[in-house]
């Protein structure tokens, strides 16, 4: 017959591998509990009552720079009628943008006198972005239309001024290269606006672009 003590030790070593078991699963739901209350805080602060408040928490978010945070903090403050946290969604998007892919609207629609000219621009007008100044809000671009790498004839700036993205940049159009101008205002959550290349008569002088924030 096993004695006490035996039964004793046995009795310990079960509870033991029990507790050990089951202490990832408890300290899994305990960091996803502890995560999802850093979230819900997260539209809490940007949907504070108080305008100031809730500039303030987004302007830490954005320094912070946990990723789904401002993902979270952008679509929340896309849906509060606030220019100012417009603005930070704005910046905070292009603080997390390699790339701004502007895609042309109503391609079928433009008059065909511009179609070779709309050829060597193509459907979609892409630019490499970098270097954001957050208070500012300029920040450099690289137009990349018909280019698979960067050139530095081709190379720009952008600023956000208030709801408004404004890239100025020279952009590879066929065999030349001319000095383009985009502006894109930011509503329901999507940059619209236009795309010219001053002068240069193969394209319309303003051509639809726009770009959804993700």
Known sequence: MESRTATLRRAAATAILIVLLGFPYALAA?????????????????????????????????????QMKLRIARKTALSIDDPNLHMLALKSFIAQSTNLDFEVKGA?????????????????????VSNLNIKTGTFDVAAMSNQTR?????????????????????????????????????????????????????????????????
């Open 30 to 66: 305990q960091t996803t509990s502890d995560r999802r209350a850093e979230l819900e805080a997260v539209i809490a602060g940007v949907s504070d009552p108080d305008p100031l408040a809730r500039v303030a928490f987004y302007e830490n978010l954005i320094a912070e720079g946990d």
């Open 150 to 214: 960067v050139d530095d004839r081709t190379l720009g700036t952008g600023a956000i001024a208030g709801s408004e993205v404004r890239i100025a940049s020279n952009v590879y159009l066929g065999t030349q290269i001319k000095r383009c101008n985009l502006r894109a205002s930011l509503a329901d959550g999507v940059l619209d606006g236009y795309f010219s290349c001053p002068g240069w008569g193969r394209l319309p002088p303003k051509i639809p672009v726009q770009l959804a924030l993700p």
């Open 108 to 128: 079928e629609d433009i008059d065909k006198n511009f179609e070779r000219g709309m050829e060597s621009l193509g459907l979609i007008i892409p630019f490499i």
